[in-house]
């Protein structure tokens, strides 16, 4: 699960419904507070059973929440050759 | 704060506060007699006051909650969770292996050691196991549990 390369609008979509805290979002989640802080600064990257739930607590698909770069389908892919 | 950081807090605060006590009792026995009067009394009272307090500290720091519904722990706990308990078991059973070994070079096949000794070695094993758990754990979660 070590993959800091993976983004995420998690801010931008509490922002969206309501100004929703931290608090609440990991209320609805059944997560602890500072897990959403973890993955909001991209530290931790979550389990997709997680993903998922913090999706559906926005209404929307685990891809407009979490964002992975393209063309990378190995932990390699994306770095320079040496 | 969550539970798994309040445990994690309370071990190494444990761990010191056994130190502090360890470092008593050594010194009463490695001198053989309890300190002067006024100290011997002051240091007894304050060691029960302490403990006192921490187990008064460790109630209060266990129950009280952020929030109703949040959980007493998620994924990202229970894999820093594991992780500090294999870093604090592979140390201890390292560092138990390290004393003995040293020990036995030390002494030879047929030197000998006083009983007592290896329970002083496996508290203070212990102590360290329990230190070593709790610094691990809360590096993680400063490190925002390195993403685990």
């Known amino acids: ?82 | 704060m969550n539970r798994t950081q309040k445990v994690a807090t309370l071990f190494l605060l444990s761990a010191l506060v056994g130190a502090v006590t360890s470092a008593y009792v050594g010194s009463v026995i490695v001198l053989r007699r309890m300190p002067p009067k006024p100290l011997g009394q002051i240091a007894v009272a304050g060691i029960a006051l302490v403990a006192l307090a921490f187990l008064a500290l460790t109630v209060f720091f266990l129950v009280k909650r952020q929030s109703r519904a949040e959980p007493e722990s998620d994924e990202r706990d229970s894999i820093i969770r594991g992780k500090a308990a294999m870093v604090s078991l592979c140390g201890s059973w390292l560092l138990l292996a390290i004393v003995l070994l040293a020990l036995g070079l030390a002494l030879g096949q047929t030197g000998s050691v006083p009983v007592y000794l290896l329970t002083v070695i496996l508290w203070g094993v212990a102590q360290i196991t329990l230190a070593v758990y709790g610094v691990t754990a809360l590096v993680q979660y400063g490190r925002g549990g390195d993403n685990a």
């Not at chain 1, 609805?28 to 993903?51: C, D, F, H, N």
């Open chain 1, 1 to 82: 699960m070590h993959d800091s390369r993976i983004s995420n609008r998690i801010r931008r979509l509490r922002f969206d419904h309501g100004e929703m805290t931290q608090q609440e979002l990991a209320d609805k989640v059944g997560v602890t507070r500072q897990t959403i802080i973890a993955i909001e600064a991209g530290k931790y990257a979550p389990s997709l059973p997680l993903a998922f739930r913090i999706a559906r607590a926005f209404h929307t698909s685990v891809e407009a929440v979490f964002q992975y770069p393209d063309g990378a389908t190995t932990p390699d892919a994306d770095k320079p050759d040496s």
